[in-house]
Nanobody, 122 residues
Framework: VPLVESGGGLVQPGGSLRLSCIES????????MGWFRRAPGKEREFVSA????????YYADSVKGRFTISRDDARNLVYLQMNSLKPEDTAVYYC????????????????WGLGTQVTVSS
């Protein structure tokens, strides 16, 4: 599995979590990276993406202002900092990568992880 997510867990509403995605099998320094999520009974949805340079970031309206994506290419890591979490953020979060930013943003990325569970509940 080329991408491995971690950092999920149970958090109270209003809390924070930082998800990490490590690129375990190759160097993704020139790949766009992104995060998607799938809540129970719902379709997979785009959360955030970052281009290969780290210059441009993209967010779903539902997370804008609360989530921040970043990358550390020296460590082959991509992060998703999630603040002010809400119960509706509960989902399995997946990391994805592709040489094309548009493919990452539209769930057509070549590489995917297995996901990490985030549960927001009191």
């Amino acid at each position: 599995v080329p991408l491995v997510e971690s950092g999920g867990g149970l958090v109270q509403p209003g809390g924070s979590l930082r998800l990490s995605c490590i690129e375990s099998e190759r160097t993704f320094n020139e790949y766009a990276m992104g995060w998607f999520r799938r809540a129970p009974g719902k379709e997979r949805e785009f959360v955030s993406a970052i281009d290969w340079r780290g210059d441009t970031t993209y967010y779903a309206d539902s997370v804008k202002g609360r989530f921040t994506i970043s990358r550390d290419d020296a460590r082959n890591l991509v992060y998703l900092q999630m603040n002010s979490l809400k119960p509706e953020d509960t989902a399995v979060y997946y990391c994805t990568a592709d040489s094309s930013t548009s493919k990452v943003r539209t769930a057509r990325g070549q590489f995917w992880g297995l996901g990490t569970q985030v549960t927001v509940s009191s």
